[in-house]
């Protein structure tokens, strides 16, 4: 029965990703969704604090110096109330709103390919999509986005602003991005395409004579885990003697959807999770699976792994011991449900939280790594974006950038420290010469566009992502 509470409860659009807003998926939708509007008793609507509403309203419509609307001052209450509740996640959409999310097509959506949230005020983005926009312009997890288009996004709700970052295809949306760790923003304009949603990579590694299945799971949509089990099945066929789980980046989605992958991968001996309702009751959900997988697994996970990612990652941990690679995750232990209102508008409400099998909460923590690895520093550089021909004796953010882009690619500046000194000069002029171009000891347009395309060539190259590499290493 309880197996079938939870199926019900997903069916009515239990949502576990970070921010809930990069797909745009038609949610399923069911009588579940009336039960919870209905569940309200009618006779709180004469209440005293409804009674003082209604004053300000009349208040409002009759003396204001100017006329507003009362759909506006409904709509602007409604919100109001959300917002008390000072969670990123609980969100209210009017009804065009509402439209335009719904309206998306399960296959694909037109946008830049990022999933954000809102952190204490700040849009932050979660993760960018594989081999989408947002990923060639070098957006990374933890970018907070200044402003959109010129304008800033302070004062915006979560689909305000991601309907701003969202457009048609071919168009052009220019972002004000302020990374971690950098004293300066900077602008990236990114051209707005057709984002599949496809979920799913594998590929068959090899390691000595042995065969590393690895599987790279981009977000936890409707159909992820037929995905999951049809390619998880190409690679047994070829003999496995281990897999790696890769959902670093990868934000959340549907709780279904990591709960069919977690029923083919852990055994019953622990629930894989479990749902703690607001009176404090916890409800636990154990697989069907008698015997585990005949091969170890490891997982990879980064700061950009969130809500279901973390599921998976404390589910297979805790429930199987099997090893975390990678760095501390996002951290978002809460559940939401999207409840529509009469009107066609809707709300996004926190509902629920979920913890890990061993009943830990992991909201605002994160799940830590067994085996810690951090990628190399260039990975994390910011975009080298100038504003003036850099040259010797300056000391500025893009000298300090350059410098990190030149490490990271072996051309040894000596310093990081944002002081053009003559090491740098000569780094530069050896990386001028290695890619023919002008060689002038001085970083110009040309120098940075060609250094930014070597790093992401070189990130690129899975030689060089150490977490890949030591997940591969701890299949024995």
Same mark, same amino acid.
């Given at each position: 029965?309880?197996?079938?509470?939870?199926?019900?409860?997903?069916?009515?659009?239990?949502?576990?990703?970070?921010?809930?807003?990069?797909?745009?998926?038609?949610?399923?939708?069911?009588?579940?969704?009336?039960?919870?509007?209905?569940?309200?008793?009618?006779?709180?609507?004469?209440?005293?604090?409804?009674?003082?509403?209604?004053? =300000? !309203?009349?208040?409002?419509? +009759?003396?204001?110096?100017?006329? %507003? &609307?009362?759909? /506006?001052?409904?709509?602007? *209450?409604?919100?109001?109330?959300?917002?008390?509740?000072?969670?990123?996640?609980?969100?209210?959409?009017?009804?065009?709103?509402?439209?335009?999310?719904?309206?998306?097509?399960?296959?694909?959506?037109?946008?830049?390919?990022?999933?954000?949230?809102?952190?204490?005020?700040?849009?932050?983005?979660?993760?960018?999509?594989?081999?989408?926009?947002?990923?060639?312009?070098?957006?990374?997890?933890?970018?907070?986005?200044?402003?959109?288009?010129?304008?800033?996004?302070?004062?915006?709700?979560?689909?305000?602003?991601?309907?701003?970052?969202?457009?048609?295809?071919?168009?052009?949306?220019?972002?004000?991005?302020?990374?971690?760790?950098?004293?300066?923003?900077?602008?990236?304009?990114?051209?707005?395409?057709?984002?599949?949603?496809?979920? =799913? !990579?594998?590929?068959?590694? +090899?390691?000595?004579?042995?065969? %590393? &299945?690895?599987? /790279?799971?981009?977000?936890? *949509?409707?159909?992820?885990?037929?995905?999951?089990?049809?390619?998880?099945?190409?690679?047994?066929?070829?003999?496995?003697?281990?897999?790696?789980?890769?959902?670093?980046?990868?934000?959340?989605?549907?709780?279904?959807?990591?709960?069919?992958?977690?029923?083919?991968?852990?055994?019953?001996?622990?629930?894989?999770?479990?749902?703690?309702?607001?009176?404090?009751?916890?409800?636990?959900?154990?697989?069907?699976?008698?015997?585990?997988?005949?091969?170890?697994?490891?997982?990879?996970?980064?700061?950009?792994?969130?809500?279901?990612?973390?599921?998976?990652?404390?589910?297979?941990?805790?429930?199987?011991?099997?090893?975390?690679?990678?760095?501390?995750?996002?951290?978002?232990?809460?559940?939401?449900?999207?409840?529509?209102?009469?009107?066609?508008?809707?709300?996004?409400?926190?509902?629920?939280?979920?913890?890990?099998?061993?009943?830990?909460?992991?909201?605002?923590?994160?799940?830590?790594?067994?085996?810690?690895?951090?990628?190399?520093?260039?990975?994390?550089?910011?975009?080298?974006?100038?504003?003036?021909?850099?040259?010797?004796?300056?000391?500025?953010?893009?000298?300090?950038?350059?410098?990190?882009?030149?490490?990271?690619?072996?051309?040894?500046?000596?310093?990081?420290?944002?002081?053009?000194?003559?090491?740098?000069?000569?780094?530069?002029?050896?990386?001028?010469?290695?890619?023919?171009?002008?060689?002038?000891?001085?970083?110009?347009?040309?120098?940075?566009?060609?250094?930014?395309?070597?790093?992401?060539?070189?990130?690129?190259?899975?030689?060089?992502?150490?977490?890949?590499?030591?997940?591969?290493?701890?299949?024995?």
């Amino acid at each position: 029965m309880k197996k079938k509470w939870l199926a019900l409860i997903v069916a009515s659009s239990l949502l576990l990703g970070a921010g809930g807003t990069y797909a745009g998926m038609k949610w399923k939708e069911s009588r579940k969704e009336e039960s919870l509007i209905e569940s309200s008793p009618r006779q709180t609507m004469a209440s005293d604090g409804l009674e003082k509403v209604d004053q =300000v !309203f009349q208040l409002i419509q +009759k003396s204001y110096v100017e006329k %507003v &609307g009362g759909e /506006e001052l409904i709509q602007g *209450a409604i919100q109001g109330m959300v917002r008390t509740l000072n969670d990123p996640y609980s969100v209210y959409m009017d009804a065009e709103t509402a439209e335009q999310f719904n309206d998306s097509l399960d296959s694909s959506f037109d946008g830049i390919g990022a999933q954000v949230t809102i952190e204490e005020g700040k849009l932050i983005i979660v993760a960018p999509i594989k081999n989408t926009p947002a990923e060639k312009a070098g957006l990374k997890p933890k970018d907070q986005i200044l402003k959109i288009d010129g304008e800033s996004v302070e004062g915006l709700d979560l689909y305000e602003a991601t309907s701003k970052i969202r457009g048609e295809e071919g168009t052009v949306v220019t972002l004000e991005i302020l990374r971690k760790g950098a004293t300066k923003p900077f602008q990236v304009e990114i051209t707005r395409e057709e984002v599949p949603i496809v979920t =799913v !990579f594998s590929d068959m590694k +090899k390691d000595g004579d042995k065969q %590393v &299945g690895y599987v /790279e799971i981009t977000s936890f *949509a409707e159909g992820t885990s037929r995905e999951f089990k049809d390619q998880l099945d190409t690679l047994e066929k070829e003999k496995l003697d281990g897999l790696v789980i890769d959902v670093r980046g990868n934000p959340g989605g549907m709780l279904s959807s990591v709960e069919d992958i977690l029923q083919q991968l852990v055994t019953g001996k622990k629930p894989y999770v479990q749902i703690e309702e607001r009176s404090g009751k916890k409800n636990p959900y154990y697989s069907a699976l008698e015997k585990r997988k005949p091969y170890p697994i490891t997982v990879l996970i980064d700061e950009g792994s969130a809500s279901a990612s973390e599921i998976l990652a404390g589910a297979l941990n805790e429930v199987e011991g099997y090893h975390l690679v990678g760095v501390k995750t996002f951290g978002k232990g809460t559940v939401q449900q999207a409840i529509p209102l009469d009107d066609g508008s809707n709300i996004k409400l926190t509902m629920f939280k979920w913890l890990t099998p061993d009943g830990h909460w992991i909201h605002g923590k994160g799940i830590k790594p067994t085996i810690e690895v951090k990628q190399p520093e260039f990975f994390h550089a910011p975009s080298l974006t100038l504003e003036k021909e850099l040259t010797r004796d300056m000391n500025n953010e893009e000298v300090k950038v350059a410098q990190e882009l030149l490490t990271g690619l072996g051309y040894g500046p000596g310093r990081t420290d944002g002081y053009f000194d003559g090491q740098t000069e000569r780094a530069v002029r050896a990386f001028q010469s290695i890619e023919k171009v002008p060689v002038t000891g001085k970083i110009d347009q040309k120098t940075a566009e060609r250094l930014e395309e070597a790093v992401i060539k070189e990130i690129q190259d899975e030689r060089n992502d150490l977490q890949l590499q030591v997940a591969i290493k701890t299949i024995k």
